[in-house]
């Protein structure tokens, strides 16, 4: 896919992790995105992936969870439009999926392994996207959402995440 979504596409709280995505191929885009955030996940100690930089903050543990749960349903949303599902499709509670799975009790290593088979999954299945299925449409959380979108959607979202952890984690990525 080479051509950023059109506006009506995608809702506008995603117009800022869309914004984040250069131009160019999503699909290595990706795939330059996973090899960097796998190297840092994987160069962090015990004692930094469970750093949090303020109280009720999120630990670097947890904002690598997120970034792993929000792919796995965002890549769900991708398949079923992907696919010509035309179910409406629900938001999530980004909080309370933190507080109900334990990314704080995972090994470095075991979140380096989910991050890289999650990730290794989208990528699998995009290359398989002919060019009528990246314009493919679907409603999602009450808004219009074409399959581009939200290949752009997933990549910003981990750019935005990437950037905070850098800027209030402190974390090298």
Request: some cysteine; charged content about 25%.
């Amino acid at each position: 896919m080479y051509e950023r979504p059109d506006r009506e596409e995608y809702a506008s709280f995603y117009e800022g992790y869309i914004g984040l995505v250069p131009e160019g191929n999503v699909i290595e885009i990706l795939e330059q995105q996973a090899d960097k955030v796998s190297k840092a996940i994987r160069s962090l100690t015990e004692e930094q992936g469970n750093y949090r930089y303020g109280e009720g903050k999120w630990s670097v543990k947890e904002v690598f969870g997120h970034l792993i749960d929000n792919e796995r349903i965002m890549s769900t949303r991708l398949l079923r439009i992907a696919r010509g599902d035309t179910t409406p499709l629900p938001g999530y509670e980004q909080d309370l999926f933190m507080v109900e799975h334990p990314f704080e009790a995972y090994s470095i290593e075991d979140l380096a392994e989910e991050y890289e088979a999650v990730r290794h999954s989208t990528i699998v299945m995009l290359r398989h996207f002919s060019p009528e299925t990246w314009l493919r449409k679907g409603i999602v959380n009450n808004y219009t959402a074409s399959a581009r979108s939200i290949v752009c959607v997933i990549a910003g979202h981990e750019l935005h995440h990437l950037s905070v952890l850098q800027d209030r984690y402190k974390i090298q990525v």
